[in-house]
């Protein structure tokens, strides 16, 4: 939140936020899971903490059931989080129920419960554990840009995923981003607890926590787990390795895995009954939101081009900020306009807040000269990308960067872009 300050759905899960901190921690807040804990009766047993978000905490866990390790979302316990929770149960057990096959790359919900612990009731879920995050990939990637090949193939992941959500179930996801698309794989295999051989911990006793089963991961990792487990609630959202540390040294993308997968649909909706007026995390925000002109699954489709920018680059497309006597609605829209050009006045005029930004000749009111700086020679000056490649990814774009929504193509028609294939 702290991080994108826009005050809705997105979480500070990967941005300066390093971890939830304590004060989520009390009665209607996040329950303090410790390696060991067991959940459903026993079933699931926690392992270590994966990440965070505003409305949960989300843990590496075992199922002792089927004798494997998936991803335990624990909610927070308060009644519009367990609201929240449920509402995302329904629409994973539709997105469950639609891909019997798992094939169509969103993340799969394989059951869920509810856990009563000393700050409350939490509803959780329990999906298949899935890798690292698409932001941290163009982190680990030292934000250089992961080469538009590696581009075209997450795009063509992403848009499998999308084109089933909108075309085959009428959901529109609503907070896409690269924090939100998770690998299939973990980019370091020894934070796979398969690939790794990790034996998974039963007990919630210290000394078990860190005994010799856990030999495939390096001593420092140990020490640093043990000091983490005993200040559980200070743990760092992604537990094994900070960012920091591998924005040292530079790597090579070959050999990671790019499948991946859609996740959080804490914020989804049906395209037929849209809650929320305000939707997405502010970078990936769609102009038709802004505005308060309603919004389709095509305000997914400008979220996908925002991210399939930022992975060609490393830099996200549209970062707006408040400025001097203009909000940072103003300045995203100015922004949007220096790149793709001006907002029909159509289109400029349709929002419930139109008034408030554009005045009658459909120009910003407070932010008079604009400089024009098309993505393609963006893409050239800025990026370095050759001519051919930033024309390729130029015309990629720009249709699903349309102001008019419904111009926009769906995710079935980019699947059948050449440039993809
Ligand atoms: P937000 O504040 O973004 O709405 P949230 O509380 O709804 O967050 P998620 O975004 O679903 O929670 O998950 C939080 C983090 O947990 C993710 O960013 C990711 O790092 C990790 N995570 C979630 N699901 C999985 C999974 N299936 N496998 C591995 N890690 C996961
Ligand atoms: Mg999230």
Not at 52 to 75: E, H, M, P
Request: aromatic fraction near 8%; charged fraction near 25%; include cysteine.
């Amino acid at each position: 939140m702290a991080f994108l300050g826009n005050g809705y759905c997105s979480s500070g899960s990967e941005g300066e936020d390093e971890d939830e901190g304590m004060e989520g921690y009390r009665k209607g807040g996040y329950h303090a899971a410790r390696p060991g804990d067991r959940f459903a009766g026993g079933r699931f047993v926690a392992q270590r903490k994966l990440g965070w978000g505003n409305f949960s905490t989300v843990w590496l866990a075992y199922d002792t059931l089927l004798n494997r390790f998936v991803a335990l979302k624990i909610q927070k316990s308060a009644r519009d989080y367990a609201q929240a929770a449920l509402h995302e149960i329904e629409l994973l057990s539709a997105i469950a129920k639609g891909d019997p096959t798992n094939s169509k790359n969103v993340v799969q919900l394989l059951d869920h419960f509810k856990h009563a612990g000393p700050n409350g009731h939490h509803v959780c879920l329990v999906t298949e554990f899935l890798g690292d995050s698409l932001l941290r990939l163009i982190r680990y990637n030292r934000n250089k840009g992961i080469g538009l090949s590696r581009v075209k193939e997450i795009c063509r992941s992403v848009l499998v995923g999308l084109d089933y959500l909108h075309r085959e179930l009428g959901i529109i996801h609503t907070d896409l981003k690269p924090e939100n698309v998770l690998l299939v794989s973990t980019i370091n295999p020894s934070k796979d607890p398969v690939r790794s051989g990790f034996t998974p911990i039963l007990e919630r006793t210290v000394s078990n926590q860190y005994s010799g089963s856990v030999i495939s991961f390096s001593e420092k990792m140990l020490k640093m787990r043990a000091r983490r487990a005993v200040a559980k609630i200070s743990l760092r959202r992604e537990s094994l390795g900070g960012v920091a540390a591998e924005m040292e040294k530079e790597r090579s993308l070959d050999g990671i895995s790019l499948k991946c997968k859609i996740v959080d649909f804490g914020n989804a909706c049906w395209g037929s009954q849209q809650l929320a007026g305000e939707i997405q995390t502010r970078q990936y925000r769609a102009p038709e939101v802004i505005i308060g002109a309603g919004y389709s699954y095509s305000a997914d489709m400008w979220s996908f081009a925002c991210m399939a920018f930022e992975l060609a680059t490393g830099e996200v497309l549209f970062a707006p900020k408040t400025c001097q006597g203009c909000s940072e609605d103003e300045d995203h829209l100015a922004l949007m306009m220096e790149t793709l050009g001006k907002m029909p006045k159509k289109i400029a005029s349709s929002g419930i807040r139109s008034k408030d930004y554009f005045d009658r000749h459909g120009d910003l009111k407070r932010i008079r000269r604009l400089k024009f700086w098309p993505l393609e020679r963006l893409l050239v000056q800025r990026y370095n990308f050759t001519e051919p490649d930033a024309q390729g990814l130029a015309d990629f774009l720009r249709p699903i960067l349309d102001f008019t929504p419904e111009n926009r193509p769906t995710a079935a028609a980019c699947l059948k872009n050449p440039w993809l294939n």
